[in-house]
C-alpha cells in the first residue's frame, strides 16, 4: 500500500522540490494546498494517510489548520514544516495536533523519513 499524502506550502517552489522527492518513492502526493484554508479542503476530499503542512501561511496559519483537520480527523498524521524553529513554535504546533516538526531547509532524507515514520505509526495504532 502506498502512503498519500497532501502538501500544503504557500511556496510553489518548496511544493515542486517536494514533489520531486516523492515522485519516485512509495509516496503519492494526492493534493497540493497553498495555505490553511486550502489544506483543510483538500484534506476533507482526498483523505490522505499524511500532511506536511507549512507553518507561516496566508489565509489560514498551518497551526490553524492542523487544530482544525485534528478535530474531524483525530488520527490525521501531520508534519509541520517551516523555517522556525524557535521552541514556542514547535510545541504550538505539537499542541494543535501535528505528530512531528522538519525545519527547512530539509533534506529529501529528513522529509522521507518523517512522511514515513507517520505513516508506519497508523499501522501500529490500528494494530495492523
Same mark, same amino acid.
Given at each position: 500500500?502506498?502512503i498519500r499524502l497532501v502538501i500544503?506550502?504557500?511556496?510553489? %517552489?518548496?511544493?515542486?522540490?517536494?514533489r520531486h522527492i516523492f515522485a519516485?518513492?512509495?509516496?503519492?502526493?494526492?493534493?497540493?494546498?497553498?495555505?490553511?484554508?486550502?489544506? $483543510? +479542503?483538500?484534506?476533507?476530499?482526498?483523505?490522505?494517510?499524511?500532511?506536511?503542512?507549512? $507553518?507561516?501561511?496566508?489565509?489560514?496559519?498551518?497551526?490553524?489548520?492542523?487544530?482544525?483537520?485534528?478535530?474531524? %480527523?483525530?488520527?490525521?498524521?501531520?508534519?509541520?514544516?517551516?523555517?522556525?524553529?524557535?521552541?514556542?513554535?514547535?510545541?504550538?504546533?505539537?499542541?494543535?495536533?501535528?505528530?512531528?516538526?522538519?525545519?527547512k531547509p530539509f533534506t529529501a532524507?529528513?522529509?522521507?523519513?518523517?512522511?514515513?515514520?507517520?505513516?508506519?505509526?497508523?499501522?501500529? +495504532?490500528?494494530?495492523?
Amino acid at each position: 500500500m502506498g502512503i498519500r499524502l497532501v502538501i500544503v506550502d504557500d511556496a510553489p %517552489f518548496i511544493r515542486e522540490v517536494l514533489r520531486h522527492i516523492f515522485a519516485k518513492t512509495e509516496i503519492e502526493v494526492v493534493g497540493e494546498a497553498v495555505d490553511g484554508e486550502d489544506a $483543510i +479542503e483538500i484534506v476533507n476530499r482526498e483523505n490522505p494517510h499524511v500532511v506536511l503542512m507549512d $507553518i507561516v501561511m496566508p489565509r489560514k496559519s498551518g497551526i490553524e489548520a492542523a487544530a482544525a483537520i485534528i478535530k474531524d %480527523f483525530p488520527a490525521m498524521k501531520i508534519i509541520a514544516c517551516s523555517t522556525v524553529d524557535q521552541n514556542s513554535m514547535v510545541m504550538r504546533a505539537l499542541e494543535a495536533g501535528c505528530c512531528n516538526y522538519v525545519t527547512k531547509p530539509f533534506t529529501a532524507e529528513v522529509v522521507l523519513k518523517a512522511v514515513r515514520n507517520a505513516a508506519a505509526s497508523i499501522s501500529k +495504532e490500528a494494530g495492523i
